[in-house]
């Protein structure tokens, strides 16, 4: 195993799959569900897709337990991509519940219509009709007549593409889905939807999220707005984070709707996302609006990232005493120079017009310094 990673690390493959086949046959070897991986992703890396199929399928017969196993099916979903095997992706994306066990029961005579009419039966005797029927189900088709079994499938159909059961696994759902949504969106992004809504697992919500932010589809874009509103806080971050970078020309009022509807956390990525698009416009509605101080200065000081010089001055009057020094942090940011002299000459309060000195030091431009040096 150690000369097989080695030869991994510097890509010699083929070095690499002789010292693992090796290791996967030895008895004694403690990592064999390890070698197992390995063998596939180098016979995969080498373009023996058939090979590493079939190591996969013999990760999976030997070793079910095992977490290397994870990793394994998510290669094979990596080759079904290569090969485009869309029946092999739904699989992964839509996995199969096992029937109940009551659908399995034995169903009472009244229910069994096919036995009437089986064609080829003929008509009891009258001394034996009053006999009790047996209570083992009689086979639709008489065996005599009956179809012959199909084929077995190929031995790679059988044993490779077929997945086995297994506990769901969301995380790989999601990467078949992403391989699904461009050519099948009508069936994919409802899943992806219900997926980022569902409440008991956030961190498989937020990944569904990136998954239909990365569609150009614009329901799916419909559907990253609609879990920004409805979904779990955290998967509503995500959400947001990923509507701050659509180009849509309506993003902007998108934003503030989830802006309204949402918690103190949700409303402060909101307000990231406006300042990353340098909505300035918006972010002075939230910073003449917001009740939460929290959030009201996190809009300000994010105004003057977003270069909103003039929107800065015109609410240094209008905002409340604890968001005044927010605001001088804003200056800063929007290197507005000549209002923090302004404030540093003029503001009635003597603790602001230190602030304001602080904050021009800070700054440091020639003018600031000009204005210091002159004030000693």
Known sequence: MARAKDAIADEHWVSAIGELKAAADDPKEPNRAEALFWLAHCQNQTGEQVAALETIARLQREFPSSPWLRFAQSLRLEIAQKLNRDDVLWQIATPRTPPP??????????????????????????????????????PA????????????PPALERNVWVLAPAPPDTNLRIQALGSLIQTHPDRVIPLLKEIALDPSSPGDGRRAVFVLAQSANPQAQLSVVEVAMRASEPVRVEAVKEMGRFASPVVASELLEVYQAGTPRVKREVVASLGDRADRPALLRI????????????????????????????????VPADSRRALLAALVNARDEDELIRIAQSDPDPAMRDEARANLRLLGTPKAMAFLNKAR
């Open 141 to 152: 088709v008489p065996p005599a007549v009956a179809a012959p079994a199909p084929p077995a």
């Open 101 to 138: 066990t009551a659908a399995l029961a034995i169903p009472p005579p009244a229910a069994a219509p096919a036995v009437a009419a089986a064609p080829a039966a003929p008509p009891p005797p009258a001394g034996l009709a009053a006999l009790p029927r047996s209570p083992l189900p009689t």
């Open 287 to 318: 910073a003449q609006s917001e009740s939460d101080s929290t959030v009201r200065n996190t809009a300000i000081v994010t105004l003057g990232r977003a270069g909103g010089r003039d929107e800065l001055r015109m609410l240094y009057s209008r």
